[in-house]
């Protein structure tokens, strides 16, 4: 990956995604799960839902960012893309240099309302298309995960720093692999057969309900790969970078960048045994929900 020439501190970048990060999950964490927060809108169908806590905490994230940089573009899972300008006036998006954020405001929704704790709040900031600081914090285990391109991933617990650095080495027989599913009806059955044809060519599945925590799992060493079709930049931009900066590759099938049709992750042994075990799957297609003929 090129990191491109910038005025841009990207040391800086990432303490204003940590600070945002943080106050999201402090805010998130305040909800103690006496009662379920209240589902606000479905989206893609009517598993796929929003909560009033995602747009409250978009809402602080979006704010927190305008005040400290207001030129800067901010995507948001919820609230879309929107452009800043010189004094936040919408006139500056697509300049040499300009900073866009990566933000999904609470990934692992479904989770936060059950009252599981893999969820997390995931602030990336990319600069001319390129990402080169992200910040995954997961409050109800006490920690975050950082990296700025180029110097390292990191996982915070209290004063602790502790540098990440992926498992390698490992066969696929012997690979505790994440993954997750979408939530339309057809692709969901896809994702099964395709899990079914793997899983007894690896030691174990697990599903956290999280790309962003599944992601900095690899880092961590605590998956050995993930992978998933579907997912959207905001869930895997800020991730997708600890990983990397921990010495795993991330992508998609057949060369491709990683991207709703497909991201893998793993070292890079395993990475491309993964990725040709799935490409010989098939599994960038969806059942039609109707007649269950594939698309």
């Known amino acids: 990956m090129t990191i491109p020439e910038a005025s841009e501190d990207a040391e800086a970048l990432l303490r204003i995604a940590v600070a945002a990060a943080a106050e999201a999950g402090r ?20 598993t796929d839902i929003v909560t009033e806590m995602d747009r ?20 948001g ?50 600069v001319d298309g390129t990402v080169v600081a992200g910040a995954v914090e997961v409050p109800r285990y006490g920690e975050r995960f950082t990296a700025v391109a ?43 057969e395709v899990l079914a044809a793997l899983l007894p060519y690896i030691r174990d599945i697990r599903r956290g309900g999280s790309a962003a925590v599944d992601l900095c ?13 579907g997912l959207n930049y905001w869930d895997f931009a800020a991730g997708g970078l600890i990983a990397r900066e921990a010495g795993a590759l991330v992508g998609g099938l057949a060369g491709r960048t990683e991207s709703t049709s497909m991201a893998v992750a793993a070292g890079p042994g395993l990475y491309q045994q993964l990725e040709t075990f799935l490409s010989n799957l098939n599994p960038e297609r969806d059942a039609e929900r109707s007649q269950g003929r594939e698309a």
């Open 27 to 46: 805010l998130l964490a305040s909800w103690r799960g006496d009662e379920r927060p209240e589902v606000v809108q479905t989206k893609s169908s009517p």
């Open 56 to 75: 409250r905490s978009e809402a602080l994230i979006t704010g927190r960012i305008r005040a400290r940089r207001p030129g800067d573009t901010v995507l």
């Open 77 to 126: 899972e919820e609230g879309g893309q929107t452009a800043g300008g010189p004094a936040g006036d919408g006139t500056g998006a697509g300049q040499p240099g300009r900073v866009r954020w990566i933000v999904d405001p609470l990934d692992g929704t479904v989770n936060y309302l059950y009252g599981l704790r893999d969820w997390a709040v995931s602030i990336a900031a990319e």
């Open 150 to 192: 180029g110097q390292g991933a990191w996982l915070h617990r209290g004063e602790a720093r502790l540098a990440l650095r992926c498992s390698s080495d490992v066969p696929l027989g012997q690979a505790l692999v994440g993954t997750g599913f979408g939530y339309d009806a057809g692709r969901r059955r896809i994702q099964g």
């Open 217 to 229: 799992s690899v880092a961590a060493g605590r998956l050995d790969a993930f992978y998933e079709r």
